[in-house]
């Protein structure tokens, strides 16, 4: 039978969208943190309806496919033919799957690649203009709509001694993940940072220099941009970060959309969402918000003209959690599935309880664990987007998963 859709798509994408040439901020390199993301295309199983097709880079075990069909997600699930080192775009485009014509294109992200897999599986529907979507995604793009907080960007050293008040935060354009991001908090860390640029190539430079807040709330907007330039607002949900990084969405509270409808704050991120359209984009569109300590609205921190975590979870209707976990073998997911189900907590079967989202993403030593709660702890509306209830404590669902973690390592 025909799929009606076909999921797939590198999570990683930022990497895949830096200009040629293009000077990153200096870091260390961490493969296996590359490895992790490229295990995160399986948060998409959740999206699949049943006569879909989830098209992974990496193999899952076989008991992630089966908690996917007990848990109501039955969609075909493939891996990506070719070297488990390429892009998954780049294999589909190559080597092809059979039997997918006429079915849409739902990628994650479009990175260079994507049209030619689209093609290669004959593939229906319309993708945005590569050119726009990496327009889009850049940091720079955000940061020159010139809305309030957004910061500057820089080009050349002149610039960023002019620009770079400590404390500051220096953004890489197309960092992932939190990587691309350094604070500076002292004059000695803003020299250190500064002796690095200068060892790369000038003509190549651009970053954003942001003021280093003291954070209130974290969030983010969720639409959708048709191809016709409309948009369909799809919510808000509170992001969870720990530093720069994505750790966990939740819901929003009353409170917080209160204030953020007196601020006019969907009108503005309606606003976005137009300029993007008329940059060529359409497709998931995530605007990263945050107020500040003393409240504050920044608008925009950054967009994500992408799927996210967080959009997933808005779809999913559910918190979702991401911790870092030691993983001490390659049946981690396996044992850790047998213990949610022997404790009664695994949400199988139309049971509330907490499915784990992805099993690529446990890889020893160390991996990401993301999965989600689904029907309790948020049923009386006491939870908040931490993942703890309004008393400050931890909720079922978190205390289940830290003691068999702690079982399992």
Known sequence: ??????????????????????????????????LLLGGMDELLAVLCGPDDV????????????????????GARHVTAPGPADLPVEQRLAEHGLPGLEGAAAQPYAVVPGTHEAARRLGLAGTLPDPDAVRRVNSKTWSTLLGLPGSGRVVTTLAELDEAATVPCVLKDPYGVAGQGNRVVDSPARLALVRRGLERLPQDGLELVVQPLYERGDDFAAHLVVAPDGGTRWLG????????????????????????????GYRETVEKVAAAAAAEGYHGPLTVDSMTTADGTLVPVLEVNARLSPGLIALHLGAPLRMAFVKVGDERFFERFVQALA?????????????????????????????YAVLGEDTADGRETADGRDTAGGATGADRCVAEVLAALT
Do not use: K, Y
């Open 342 to 370: 022997e404790r009664g907590r695994l949400a199988v079967g139309g049971r509330p309880g907490i499915l784990p989202l992805a099993a690529s993403t446990l890889v020893p030593p160390r991996g990401w664990l993301f």
């Open 236 to 263: 808000v949900r509170r992001l969870v970060n720990e530093g720069h990084s994505f750790r966990g969405s939740g819901p929003v509270t009353a409170e917080l959309m209160h204030r953020l409808d007196r601020a």
């Open 1 to 34: 039978m025909s799929a009606a859709a076909v999921r797939f798509g590198s999570c990683d994408a930022e990497r895949l969208w830096r200009p040629t040439g293009q000077a990153a901020l200096p870091a260390l390199r961490d493969p296996h943190a590359e």
């Open 54 to 73: 989830l098209v992974t880079r990496h193999r899952a075990p076989a008991a992630f496919a089966e908690v996917m069909r007990e848990a109501g997600f």
